[in-house]
Structures are given as C-alpha cells and as structure tokens.
C-alpha cells in the first residue's frame, strides 16, 4: 500500500511540476534519531521547480501516505505515533 501512494506520488510531482525525475525511499525498520528515514530526489530544467516539488512531496507523504510509525523514548517506553484518515 505505501510503494503505491510513493509511486503515485512521484507522477503526480512529475506532471504537477514538469519534473524530469521524481523518486522517494522510505526505510524501513528502526532508524536511529540522527539519520534520515525518507530521501526525496527531484530534477527538473530549473531548480525552482524541483524544490517545491520536494517541499509538496515530504507534505503529502507525511498527510497520505499508509506508513505506520513507532517512537521509542529514552525512558524506556513506546508509543505509536497517531496517523491522520487516509483521503480517498
């Protein structure tokens, strides 16, 4: 389910910003506090358009996309962080 919203959103960032390329990774399993967990890559004939479209993509993923998430506190605990409804 989430490498389909990914792909879809990777065409609907090509065709909303005229990209040449468009590709996000997700990881998966822990990752640790200071390393990233998503890569957006944008290209386009002009920057403009490709960091807004990095900038439109990270806030679609964290609004749409079904990737569940568990945050680890240094007292021992964890809790599930609560996702927003999937729009459809």
Same mark, same amino acid.
């Given at each position: 389910?989430?490498?389909?919203?990914?792909?879809?959103?990777?065409?609907?960032?090509?065709?909303?910003?005229?990209?040449?390329?468009?590709?996000?990774? @997700?990881?998966?399993?822990?990752?640790?506090?200071?390393?990233?967990?998503?890569?957006?890559?944008?290209?386009?004939?002009?920057?403009?358009?490709?960091?807004?479209?990095?900038?439109?993509?990270?806030?679609?993923?964290?609004?749409?996309?079904?990737?569940?998430?568990?945050? @680890?506190?240094?007292?021992?605990?964890?809790?599930?962080?609560?996702? @927003?409804?999937?729009?459809?």
């Amino acid at each position: 389910m989430a490498l389909d919203t990914l792909g879809a959103l990777e065409r609907s960032a090509c065709e909303r910003f005229g990209l040449a390329h468009c590709v996000i990774v @997700h990881r998966l399993g822990e990752v640790p506090v200071t390393e990233a967990s998503v890569a957006v890559v944008t290209s386009a004939p002009h920057r403009a358009a490709a960091f807004e479209a990095a900038r439109w993509v990270m806030d679609e993923l964290k609004r749409g996309a079904a990737i569940w998430k568990k945050e @680890h506190f240094a007292e021992g605990e964890s809790a599930w962080v609560k996702g @927003h409804r999937l729009q459809g």
